[in-house]
């Protein structure tokens, strides 16, 4: 199994640059990287995916590095609502050897 | 699409019952997944499915069976229901196994 570790909470102000960097060591070649929300009482939400370098979408931007051993997901100009769980999961074609690590508390105030 | 659907939402069982939790998608998702998540925990998995007729164990499968007679449908089946199976439990899909996982709303299972 890939072993994720993450920080067990951060906290941040509105308005500011959030990262949350994943490690995983032992992370095989055709393991990719995905990142999830999950707010109390809900199941967890995609946010991003990738397998090297750097993948942007219209809420993060995720930055793995060439040896792949940790990934950072980054948050631009966090608001209260972004106040959640993330998790980042490591897993490739075998479906029984994806892990969720215990995720980071992001707290935003105000 | 309703994406993934979950029952009951709830439910309090005795030490020693038994129950099955429904899930289901209409995303014609190949893969289907089981997990457990224990309060301010991750999510660890229980059992997979890779299509119909296929699943496999996953991290913490004691205590639970599973099925998976169509694509749509892949109940979890807990026999003799034990104090340390109180938990929340997703059910999940995804295209491949690597694609992006979409989940159900939970069921929040109390064994008193």
């Known amino acids: 199994l890939a072993k994720t570790t993450q920080p067990i909470s951060m906290d941040s102000y509105e308005g500011q640059e959030v990262n949350i960097t994943c490690s995983h060591n032992?992370?095989?070649?055709?393991?990719?990287i995905t990142w999830y929300q999950q707010f109390p009482s809900q199941g967890p939400r995609f946010i991003i995916q990738?397998?090297?370098t750097k993948v942007t979408n219209e809420v993060a931007s995720l930055f793995i590095p060439a040896d792949r051993k940790s990934s950072t997901l980054s948050l631009p100009r966090v608001s209260l609502s972004d106040t959640a769980v993330y998790y980042c999961l490591v897993g490739g074609t075998n479906a029984g050897k994806s892990t969720f690590g215990d995720g980071t508390t992001l707290t935003v105030k105000p | 699409n309703a994406g993934v659907t979950q029952t009951p939402k709830f439910r309090i069982l005795k030490i020693g019952q038994s129950m099955t939790l429904q899930c289901a998608q209409d995303?014609?998702?190949?893969?289907m997944y089981w997990y457990r998540q224990d309060p301010g925990m991750g999510l660890k998995l229980i059992y997979y499915?890779?299509?119909?007729?296929?699943?496999d164990k996953g991290e913490v499968p004691n205590g639970y069976n599973v099925s998976r007679s169509t694509t749509e449908d892949f109940p979890l089946r807990l026999e003799l229901a034990a104090p340390s199976q109180t938990s929340v439990y997703f059910c999940?899909?995804?295209?491949?196994?690597?694609?992006?996982?979409?989940f159900g709303p939970g069921t929040r299972l109390t064994v008193l």
């Open positions: 995303m014609n998702h190949n893969y």
């Open positions: 032992n992370i095989a070649t055709n393991d990719y």
């Open positions: 990738g397998y090297k």
């Open positions: 499915s890779v299509g119909a007729g296929i699943t």
């Open positions: 999940a899909s995804s295209g491949q196994a690597y694609n992006e996982q979409f």
